[in-house]
Structure formats: C-alpha cells, structure tokens
C-alpha cells in the first residue's frame, strides 16, 4: 500500500486532560460510528490497577473492546517505543477489517510521538536493563539520574529526575549503542501516514475541572481505592520508583502506607498533582494545530452529533478524492 492510499485511511484522536468525560464519550461513539477503540494513557496498560486509573469497568470493556488496557503487570516497563510500535500494527488490522482506529487519552507525549515519528533507537537489552535496575535498587534514582546528566546532559534538561523509566531508557541507548539519547533522537523516522481527525475535550471553566477532579478522587476513595494500592504494596516486587506506582495517586498513597505522609495530606498531594497534570494537558493541547474543539460541559448527544457531522464529512471528501 503506498504514501498516498495510507493518506486516505482516517485515524481519530480524542485527546484532553484528565477528568473530562473521554471515556465515556468514545464509548458511546463505538455505538454509532464503524470505530475500534486504543488507549493512549499510560496508567491504563497496567493490570489490577483500576480505580486509582479510572480505567472503565469490566463491563464495559467486555462491551467496548480497547487496545492497549490491561496489557502489562505493574512490574514491568512499557516505552515509547514498543506503544509506537504496538499502535501501528493495531492500526493496520483495525483498518484491515474496515472499521476506523479511535485513539483516545490524556497521554499527549503518546500522541505527539505519533504524529512527529519516532526515532530510531536500539532494542531493549535485557542484560544492561537488569543491571541498571540492579543500580537503582542498590543506589538510587538520583544516583541513575546523575550518572546521565554526566553522559547525556541535554537529555538530562528534558528529563525529569523522578521520570526513571526514561532516565533507564536514556542510559540503556548509551549503554547499547554508545551513543547518546540526544545524538540518536536527531533522527526521525516517516511521519504518521494516515489522514488524522483531531478532538480535544476541554473544560470551558478550570474552576469545574478543578472542582471535578476532587470530586473524583474521593469517589475513588469511597470504591476501594485505598485497598487497590494496599494489594499491590504487599507484593514483593513493587516498588515506588517503578513507572506503574509513580502514577498520580498510586505513589501518593505508596507513600500514606510509607508513613511519609499522613491520610489528609496524600489526599491534598493527589489533588493537586492531578491539578498540576490537567493544566499540563492543557499546555500540550495549545500546541496543536487543527483541533476539533468539543466542551466537555455540553451534552452528551450534543457531543456526539458533534464528531459525527466531523467525521462523516471526512469519509465524504475522502470517498470523493477516491472517486476523481
């Protein structure tokens, strides 16, 4: 299949900060629309964490199949890469059965990866990752994080301290190749090659968002969430610098459990870090050309009617290009 007939195929991101009703909506679409739903949140790949992610119910993705939910334990790492990856081959299928692949998150860096390319970098290598983890277990995330602002400091700028799943991948690549992170990623591969509908579902008012959002978490609460985090702290091979437990909400509560912070204040931290998340989901959103904006203060059907008229305007002008 070549550039131009790729181009042709469409490909729908619906995209906005946490706690804006995505979910749902893109599962009521799957109702209406020839569409086969991927996440693109990376706290949802994650087994037996499910209410701290307000990932959707059982139910519901027995009725809604997602890609990409529930597809690693909470001791393993998942990159960039392999989403990349994994992503293009489910879009390939998804297109091969004639339906049309809805990505749907708040994972915006997912989204940008995607559309930008990505570059090209070594394989995983289990040797150098086992050592490093080794590293990390008898020094420290910062001892890692030191050892790459040495190698690689331009990475180490764009790199959070606590962000270890990159600060491992970043010392992995130069462990591998011998070359650095910021050497290699000057290289892309091809663009997405497909035809994208973008959708952001924003807030009209930061002050509902905000007010949602801890509406939310105590509702969390009151389902089990504290017993959620306890069962995955009693496992032996979890730890809070692991990517699944530095998820907002899950290393706070680690941390309740640590008795670095009391009740009140892991709440407070879990509030306001999902605050400071939402207004960087936001920030990346502003960067994006070609936006559907959709108010997730609207009615659902009033949304609905929304992506549909898009949509179905792009499958119009894509069948009348085909036809020329």
């Known amino acids: 299949m070549n550039g131009h007939e ?5 490909v729908i991101f619906l995209m ?3 706690c804006c009703g995505k979910s749902l909506l893109s599962m009521r679409l799957k109702e209406i629309l020839p569409v086969e739903l991927i996440s693109v949140d990376s706290a949802l790949i994650y087994r037996d964490m499910n209410i701290g992610t307000a990932k959707p119910s059982d139910f519901e993705l027995l009725k809604y199949t997602h890609f990409l939910v529930n597809i690693k334990d909470p001791s393993e790492f998942y990159s960039v890469g392999e989403f990349y990856s994994d992503v293009i081959k489910i ?3 998804i297109h091969s059965i004639n339906r049309i692949p809805l990505l749907v998150g708040g994972t915006m860096f997912y989204f940008k990866v995607l559309v930008n390319g990505l570059s090209i970098l070594p394989s995983s290598n289990n040797k150098i990752r086992t ?3 080794m590293l990390l277990k008898k020094k420290s995330s910062s001892f890692l994080f030191n050892k790459l602002k040495f190698i690689d400091p331009i990475s180490s700028k ?5 962000d270890i799943q990159r600060i491992l991948r970043a010392l992995e690549v130069f462990f591998i190749s011998g070359k650095t992170l910021t050497q290699l990623t000057k290289f892309k591969k091809k663009f997405f090659p497909y035809n994208i509908i973008k959708f952001a579902l924003i807030p009209e008012n930061k002050v509902v968002l905000f007010n949602n959002i801890q509406v939310r978490f105590r509702k969390m609460l009151s389902f089990g969430f504290e017993d959620e985090v306890k069962n995955l702290f009693d496992r032996r091979n979890l730890n809070k610098n692991l990517p699944s437990i530095r998820c907002i909400g899950y290393r706070q509560m680690w ?3 640590d008795n670095i912070l009391s009740y009140d204040e892991m709440i407070c931290e879990v509030i306001r ?4 998340l939402a207004k960087s ?8 050309s070609d936006l559907n904006i959709l108010y997730s203060n609207e009615e659902l059907p009033v949304l609905i009617s929304k992506v549909v008229d898009v949509v179905n305007m792009s499958i119009f002008r894509n069948k009348c290009n085909i036809n020329r």
């Open 281 to 288: 989901q936001l920030t990346w959103l502003k960067s994006w």
């Open 16 to 18: 906005g900060p946490t």
């Open 6 to 10: 790729l181009k042709d195929k469409l």
């Open 255 to 257: 941390d309740y459990f």
């Open 273 to 276: 870090a999902t605050k400071r």
């Open 91 to 93: 879009i390939k299928y």
């Open 131 to 133: 050592y490093l983890l």
């Open 158 to 162: 764009r790199i959070h301290p606590n």
